[in-house]
């Protein structure tokens, strides 16, 4: 596919089939996050695979919506604030959130590629993610999404004109 039309067709499923993911498509999925660019390279993030299968009451109490449980498969995407790049010259800035966010990216339109539905989900209750995932301290759930055959369709992408959200120069 295209990537412009790629794009468009990626949007937020929330409507699953529990249909198993091929293990073909599934590592096609991992190999475009691993490839995500991250600040100075340092790759500061993990990739928590959840099988939904028989923890639909405890991934419930993470994020309590039907569809958040419906596919095989949940991923939990962490950053790792300490192995991650600041912008330490400055203002120390962190950017292990933007790294973990462009792996989803990345992670949300190779699905789409393949047919397959994603949800970004940042509404998610950490404190029920960190006991779920026995997290440690050092490690930060930035973003769930479900991952599996999408049994919803598309809907109208409802976006600012680009003029609104351009500027030139100067604010
Ligand atoms: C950082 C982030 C967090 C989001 N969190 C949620 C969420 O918790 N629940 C949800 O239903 N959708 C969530 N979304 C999905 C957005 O609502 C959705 O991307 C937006 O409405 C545009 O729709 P589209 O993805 O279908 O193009 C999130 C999206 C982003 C980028």
């Known amino acids: 596919m295209k990537f412009a039309q790629l794009v468009h067709q990626r949007y937020s499923c929330r409507k699953y089939s529990p249909d198993l993911i091929e293990e073909e498509k599934f590592n096609l999925i991992l190999e ?7 600040a100075s390279n340092q790759q500061p993030f993990q990739i928590i ?27 939990c995407i962490c950053s790792l604030p300490a192995e991650g790049w600041h912008r330490h010259k400055y203002d120390n800035q962190s950017y292990a959130i933007v790294d973990a966010a462009i792996v989803l990216d990345h992670i949300t339109l190779q699905a789409a590629d393949l047919g397959l539905g994603t949800c970004w989900v940042g509404d998610f209750n950490p404190q029920a993610a960190r006991e779920f995932l026995a997290l440690p301290e050092d490690v930060n759930p930035v973003a769930f999404t479900p991952l599996g055959y999408p049994l919803d369709e598309p809907k109208n992408k409802i976006r600012k004109p680009l003029k609104e959200l351009i500027r030139f120069d100067t604010w």
């Open 49 to 75: 695979i959840i099988k939904t299968e028989n923890k639909q009451d405890e991934l419930l109490k993470i994020y309590h919506r039907d569809w958040f449980v419906q596919p095989p498969i949940v991923l």
């Open 32 to 38: 475009a996050a691993r490839l995500a660019p991250t």
